[in-house]
């Protein structure tokens, strides 16, 4: 009996000490470093990391090397430059796209709402219609209503490219309302590009709209959405870059110069032969100087005089800052892009004239520098850049020597322009391809075979575990829906 009673005593104590040591542990598996959940201000913060992703990284390097800005010159971006590309090479972009962007911007419209906070509303769906907006331009139909919801659709519907992008337009409709209403409150930094500016995020999702309703070639609601779109330099969305390794780099930069030395560069662009003054298909004129934007896209070197392109401009100096320098800001929707969607749409839809006017507001705020970096303003490289007249399109004028009509030769010039202006960016990807099949236009040769690309990939993890992919899966040369048309 006295031998239990000590047993069970002891039983006692142990059972005590056990629960005792299990109040001590009670959070020991919780991560702190991997947080559950999150407010709607830092989930955004992500998500917009996440778009960064999405426009300036694989799919942006991809696309330069299919448009004539970039030459993939070993490993991978050797192959790929002659369009031998498989899926895996495209599961990254689909991640930070449905992961990275819709699944958190979900989350952060969800969280939003429960505080009627319509202004940070407002901006997720903006980054949200960004990030699809590039996929369905890229990819062709995509998942877009059943996205990012494994619980209820585990194997999400591909929607036809054309009625996504009218997803799209309502998508931004959406957020115009939210930003307009002046309900919520400001996400301040967390907001890593306009610090919860309404009217700054209004500007941009207009700026958005003239894009998408100018991919889908509905060129009269291109112009009505431009005119209220991105109104000055400032006012564009860009993402800010600085010199912090591996933090926030400029990542065609950490790219480019550093991680992947050698596998891109300018040898056999496009791009660099329309902007040299020593060229033969040099695009200036007596008007256009474009000596200084030459110098600020191309790392050049000059043998037995001869000028030569050899990379994508990575200077990252105090007194030489190019385009894809360290801590250059990189373009994600601009008063550039703006401006030269409205100069279009009004070529093709009111006439000569407004098309010239609109080019021209172009051309003078290039003549004040435009996009280039303080570092080329200074002199050292010369810029002009003169208002254009109708008699330069006229037949026989300079702009005009082949015998086009004066809209085909406006229309070309345009063009010609918009894309020098998207040097490295996925738009410039897109033009072409929508413009391909017209009488003017820029003119490429393909770095292989015969034919040009159409598309990305799908992602190879997505059509391997998502039911609803298409199959068979298009390959890189068959047209996207909008541009079959």
């Not at 830092?42 to 426009?55: D, E, M, R, Y």
């Not at 075979?449 to 040369?477: I, K």
């Amino acid at each position: 009996m006295k031998r239990a009673k000590l047993i069970r005593a002891a039983g006692l104590f142990l059972m005590a000490g056990m629960l005792s040591c299990e109040s001590m542990v009670d959070n020991l598996n919780t991560d702190l470093n991997n947080p559950t959940d999150a407010s709607a201000n830092l989930i955004l913060t992500g998500a917009q990391l996440g778009n960064i992703s999405v426009q300036e990284g694989h799919l942006a390097r991809v696309a330069a090397m299919w448009s004539g800005y970039f030459t993939g010159t070993d490993r991978q971006y050797k192959d790929i430059y002659s369009y031998n590309v498989t899926g895996a090479s495209f599961n990254d972009v689909w991640k930070f796209t449905y992961q990275g962007v819709v699944e958190q911007t979900k989350l952060v419209i969800e969280k939003s709402e429960a505080t009627n906070n319509r202004l940070v509303q407002g901006i997720a769906k903006v980054v949200q219609a960004n990030a699809l907006g590039t996929a369905a331009a890229c990819f062709g139909d995509i998942p877009f209503s059943e996205a990012s919801d494994i619980t209820n659709f585990p194997n999400p519907a591909f929607e036809p490219q054309i009625q996504v992008y009218g997803k799209l337009q309502t998508l931004l409709d959406e957020a115009i309302a939210d930003l307009e209403s002046g309900l919520g409150t400001s996400p301040g930094a967390a907001d890593i590009h306009f610090a919860g500016d309404a009217t700054k995020w209004k500007d941009a999702a207009y700026t958005l709209k003239s894009r998408f309703y100018l991919e889908t070639k509905e060129y009269a609601l291109a112009a009505t959405a431009a005119e209220k779109g991105i109104s000055s330099a400032a006012r564009s969305l860009v993402m800010t870059h600085g010199t912090t390794l591996n933090v926030n780099e400029n990542l065609m930069y950490a790219f480019i110069a550093r991680s992947r030395v050698g596998d891109i560069n300018a040898s056999l662009a496009l791009a660099p032969t329309l902007l040299n003054p020593a060229s033969a298909t040099y695009k200036g004129n007596t008007k256009t100087d474009e000596t200084a934007r030459f110098n600020h896209h191309f790392i050049t070197v000059s043998t037995t005089g001869v000028v030569i392109p050899v990379s994508p401009n990575t200077n990252s100096s105090a007194t030489s800052r190019g385009l894809f320098g360290q801590s250059a800001p990189y373009p994600l929707a601009t008063y550039s892009e703006n401006v030269l969607t409205s100069a279009e749409a009004l070529a093709r839809t009111t006439g000569f004239a407004a098309g010239l006017a609109k080019l021209n507001v172009y051309r003078a705020y290039l003549n004040t520098g435009g996009d280039l970096d303080a570092t080329y303003k200074t002199g050292t490289f010369k810029y002009k850049y003169e208002p254009y007249t109708a008699e330069d399109f006229a037949s026989g004028g300079m702009l005009n020597t082949t015998g086009l009509t004066a809209d085909q030769a406006l229309l070309k010039e345009i063009l010609m322009e918009r894309y020098i202006t998207f040097n490295g960016q996925i738009i410039g990807f897109n033009d072409l391809r929508r413009t391909r099949s017209e009488t003017v236009g820029v003119k490429l040769t393909p770095s292989a075979g015969a034919t040009l690309p159409e598309r990305m990939l799908y992602s190879e993890a997505e059509v391997n575990s998502n039911t609803s992919a298409p199959n068979p899966v298009p390959g890189v040369f068959v047209k996207t829906a909008v541009n079959a048309k």
